[in-house]
C-alpha cells in the first residue's frame, strides 16, 4: 500500500505508447489492472488489457444532475475528470458474501467462507480518489490501530495492502469539481505509487513508493526536460483555477454545529428524492448492513453483506422506529457528517470534494450550494444584529 508522500525518488518521462509497457509489466507482476473504461455512454472503472480498453479521444461534461461524454479530436489520452466509480467498489464491494452454512446432522457446517482478495492495480485513479481510500483507512483503521474505527474489514485491508495506486492528475476538472476547497487535489501529493501528469509528449511521473520505483526501472522512461516539468507545473496551476464548484471550508463546522434548526434544511428537503444515490458514488461513504437467507428445502444459510444508505427510511430503525423519519432530518445527518462529525469521528472531512454527489443526484442538489447558503445566511444574520 502507498503511503507516503512523494519522496524525491525523481521524475521520468514515459511516452504514450509506453503506457502499454506498463500495463504489460502490472499484469506480468499479478495484478489485474484497473482502469477507466467507456460504458454505455459513462466514464467507468473497470478491468483492461491495453491501452485501447481505457476511454481515450473523450472529454466530460458534468453538471448538477447532468453528465455527458463528447468525442473531441485530438484529446489526451485522461482529459476527463472522476469516472462514475472510485476505488470502493473494489476495496469494498456493494455485495460481498461473507459466508454460506449447510445443515449436517445437528450442526452447521460451512460451505464458503469471505472472498479471496485480489490483486488490484489502479491506473487513472483521481487525487481526489486517492484521498477518498485514505478517508476509509482512517474509517477501517488500517493506517492506524490507535484511532477509533468503524469496524475491522480484512478484505479492505488486504485488497488495499496488496494494491498498486497509479494516479493520474486532473488537468481538466468537471463541472462540479471542488477538490482544490478540500486540499485533495488537482495534483496528488501523497498515497501514490506512481502519479502521471499528461503532456502532449506522454507522461511526467513521479514515483511516490519503493514499488513504483521498481516498477519504473522496467519501463521505458527518460529524464524530463525542463521545459516538460515546468508544463506540468502551469498545467496544475491551471486545473486549480478551472474548478466548477468551490467552498469555503473556514468556519463551516463550526457553523453547521449551530445550524441544526436552520429552516434551509426543509427547502432542500422539498427537493431530497432520499434516493441514496449520492452515498453510492460517494468514495468515503462507508455504510453497510448485512442480510440472512436460507433455504428450507437445502438446508442452507447464507449472509451477505450489502451497502446501506442513511438516506434511507430503516437505517436509524430501532425499537421504537427510525430515529431520522424525515428526508429533512436524513439529508441533514448527511451533508453535517460529510462536512462536521466526519472530523470528530475520524479526524477528517468526509468529502474529497470530486463532486460526484452533484452530478449523479437525479434532481441535482450540489453540496457546496447547501452549505454556502447556511453560511451565508448566518452571516448575514450577524451582520444585522449588529445593526
Not at 57 to 69: A, F, L, R, S, W
Not at 83 to 107: C, M, N
Not at 366 to 383: H, L
Request: charged share 25%.
Amino acid at each position: 500500500m502507498a503511503n507516503g508522500v512523494n519522496n524525491g525518488h525523481g521524475k521520468h518521462i514515459l511516452e504514450h505508447g509506453g503506457l502499454q509497457d506498463l500495463i504489460d509489466t502490472l499484469r506480468g507482476k499479478g495484478y489485474t489492472v484497473i482502469a477507466p473504461v467507456l460504458r454505455e455512454g459513462v466514464v467507468r472503472l473497470g478491468p483492461v488489457k491495453g491501452i485501447e480498453d481505457i476511454s481515450h479521444g473523450i472529454h466530460d461534461e458534468q453538471g448538477p444532475g447532468t453528465y455527458k461524454v463528447v468525442e473531441e479530436e485530438g484529446a489526451l489520452m485522461f482529459d476527463y475528470a472522476a469516472a462514475l466509480d472510485s476505488a470502493k467498489p473494489f476495496l469494498f464491494p456493494p455485495v460481498q458474501r461473507l459466508y454460506q452454512l449447510h445443515v449436517e446432522g445437528e450442526r452447521f457446517v460451512l460451505d464458503e467462507g469471505p472472498p479471496m482478495t485480489q490483486k488490484l492495480a489502479f491506473l487513472g485513479l483521481r487525487p481526489c480518489d486517492v484521498a477518498g481510500m485514505k478517508v476509509l483507512d482512517r474509517v477501517f483503521g488500517i493506517d492506524d490501530s490507535r484511532k477509533m474505527r468503524c469496524e475491522e474489514e480484512n478484505y479492505y485491508e488486504q485488497t488495499r495492502r496488496d494494491g498498486l495506486v497509479i494516479v493520474v492528475n486532473c488537468n481538466r476538472p468537471g463541472g462540479t469539481c471542488f477538490c482544490v476547497s478540500m486540499g485533495t487535489g488537482p495534483e496528488a501529493l501523497e498515497g501514490f505509487d506512481l502519479a502521471l501528469t499528461e503532456l502532449r509528449t506522454g507522461f511526467l511521473v513521479s514515483v511516490g513508493s519503493e514499488r513504483g520505483e521498481q516498477i519504473v526501472k522496467e519501463l521505458p522512461v527518460r529524464s524530463p526536460t525542463a521545459s516538460e516539468i515546468e508544463l506540468a507545473e502551469l498545467k496544475m496551476a491551471r486545473a486549480r483555477d478551472r474548478m466548477g464548484r468551490k467552498l469555503d471550508m473556514q468556519g463551516v463546522r463550526e457553523v453547521l454545529e449551530r445550524s441544526i434548526e436552520h429552516p434551509h434544511w426543509d427547502e432542500v428537503a422539498k427537493r431530497c428524492l432520499s434516493c441514496g444515490s449520492c452515498t453510492m458514488v460517494c468514495p468515503a461513504c462507508f455504510c453497510s448492513t448485512v442480510s440472512d437467507s436460507t433455504v428450507l428445502d437445502e438446508e442452507t444459510v447464507e449472509r451477505d453483506r450489502l451497502w446501506a444508505s442513511c438516506f434511507s427510511h430503516q437505517f436509524s430503525y430501532t425499537t421504537a422506529g427510525p430515529v431520522r423519519n424525515s428526508i429533512r432530518g436524513r439529508y441533514r445527518h448527511w451533508l453535517r457528517h460529510k462536512l462536521c462529525t466526519f472530523f470528530d469521528q475520524f479526524g477528517c472531512s468526509g468529502c474529497v470534494g470530486c463532486g460526484r454527489c452533484i452530478t449523479w443526484c437525479p434532481v441535482g442538489i450540489d453540496i457546496t450550494q447547501e452549505a454556502t447558503t447556511i453560511q451565508n445566511s448566518e452571516a448575514g444574520s450577524r451582520k444585522e444584529a449588529q445593526g
